[in-house]
C-alpha cells in the first residue's frame, strides 16, 4: 500500500463517510481562500461598489439651477432623458459609434493577431511589443495627431490632392469620420492582446488535418480557422465596444463639439452646467448599456462553447 492510499485511508471513517480530519481540511483550505480574497473584495467594494452605489443615488437627486444637488427621490432626471429625442438621438450614436469602431478594430486588429499568435520566429516577443507599443503614448497626444493628419492641410488631404484624386479637401475632422478612424487607431493593441490571448482553441495540427483531406486554403480558414477564433474575436469586439462608448477625449476634440455622445454630454453636465444628479442618471444610462452588451455577449460565448 502506497503512502497516498494510506492517507486516504486515514481521511475516511470506516463505512465510506468523510472523516473528522478531512473535515477540518476543507475548513482550513475554505478559510485560506477567503483570507486571501479579502484584500481583493474589500479593494473591489472601495474602488467600485460603492462608487457606483454612489452613483445610483445621486441620479435620483435633483439638481438645482445654481448647481446645488437637493436631496430627495425623483425620477425626473431619467424622464428627461427618455422623453427627449435629443438623448436618445445621442444614446443612437453613442451604441453605433461603439459597433462601428469594434468592428473595424476587430476587422484591421484581427490578421496582426492571428500572425503574431502563430509565427514561430525568434523575434515573436519583439513583435508583439511593437504592436502594443501605441500604448506608451497617451490619447490625448494620438488624438492631436490625428487632427493634423486629418485636418484640411494635413497629410491625407494634401497627398489626395497632390495625386490629383480630389479637388477640395475632405472633411476628416469634426465629424464623426474623423472620431471612427482616430478611436480605431487607439483601441487597436486593446483588440490585438485580445484576441492572442482568445486564440487558444487555434490547433495547427487540425488545418494541416483538413488539408491532407482535401480542403481548400480558403475553406481551411473559413471552416475551422475562422470558428476556433470566434471567442477571441467576440471578446476583442466586446472590449473595444466598452471602451469607446466611455472615451471622452477623442469624441470631444477630433468631433470638434460637432459630434455629441453620451461620455460628452456627462462630461458637460458634470463640469458645465454642474448638474450633477442629470450627470449620474446619465451614466446610468450608459451602464445600462454595457449590461445589455455583455449579456448579448455571455450568449453568443455560451452558444459557441456548446
Not at 513583435?127 to 493634423?148: D, K, Q
Not at 480558414?221 to 465596444?241: E, R, W, Y
Request: aromatic share 10%; net charge positive.
Amino acid at each position: 500500500m502506497t503512502g497516498t492510499q494510506t492517507e486516504q485511508l486515514q481521511l475516511l471513517q470506516p463505512g465510506g463517510q468523510e472523516g473528522e480530519l478531512e473535515k477540518a481540511k476543507r475548513t482550513r483550505d475554505r478559510r485560506t481562500y477567503l483570507a486571501l480574497l479579502l484584500p481583493a473584495v474589500l479593494g473591489l467594494l472601495v474602488s467600485f461598489v460603492f462608487p457606483l452605489a454612489y452613483m445610483i443615488r445621486m441620479s435620483f437627486n435633483k439638481g438645482a439651477p445654481d448647481g446645488v444637488v437637493i436631496e430627495t427621490f425623483t425620477l425626473d432626471t431619467y424622464i428627461q432623458p427618455l422623453t427627449d429625442p435629443y438623448y436618445w438621438r445621442v444614446t443612437l450614436e453613442t451604441f453605433q459609434m461603439g459597433v462601428v469602431v469594434g468592428l473595424l478594430c476587430v476587422l484591421v486588429s484581427y490578421p496582426v493577431a492571428l500572425f503574431l499568435a502563430r509565427t514561430t520566429s525568434k523575434y515573436k516577443g519583439l513583435l508583439i511589443a511593437i504592436a502594443i507599443a501605441p500604448l506608451l503614448t497617451s490619447a490625448v497626444v494620438r488624438t492631436y495627431g490625428w487632427m493634423v493628419i486629418l485636418g484640411t492641410n494635413g497629410l491625407v488631404n494634401s497627398s489626395l490632392e497632390g495625386m490629383g484624386l480630389i479637388d477640395a479637401p475632405l472633411k476628416l475632422t469634426n465629424n464623426m469620420t474623423g472620431v471612427t478612424i482616430g478611436l480605431v487607431e487607439i483601441f487597436m493593441p486593446y483588440a490585438i492582446l485580445a484576441m492572442i490571448s482568445g486564440f487558444g482553441r487555434l490547433n495547427p495540427q487540425l488545418e494541416e488535418a483538413a488539408g491532407s483531406l482535401g480542403a481548400s486554403k480558403l475553406s481551411v480558414f473559413t471552416k475551422v480557422v475562422l470558428p476556433l477564433s470566434l471567442p477571441g474575436i467576440l471578446t476583442a469586439f466586446l472590449m473595444v465596444f466598452v471602451l469607446s462608448i466611455s472615451t471622452f477625449i477623442t469624441p470631444r476634440l477630433l468631433g470638434g463639439g460637432s459630434v455629441q455622445v453620451l461620455a460628452t454630454e456627462i462630461y458637460d453636465q458634470t463640469t458645465g452646467l454642474l448638474n450633477w444628479p442629470f450627470a449620474a442618471a446619465l451614466s446610468v444610462i450608459l451602464l445600462v448599456l454595457f449590461g445589455l452588451i455583455i449579456a448579448v455577449y455571455q450568449r453568443l460565448t455560451k452558444r459557441i462553447g456548446g
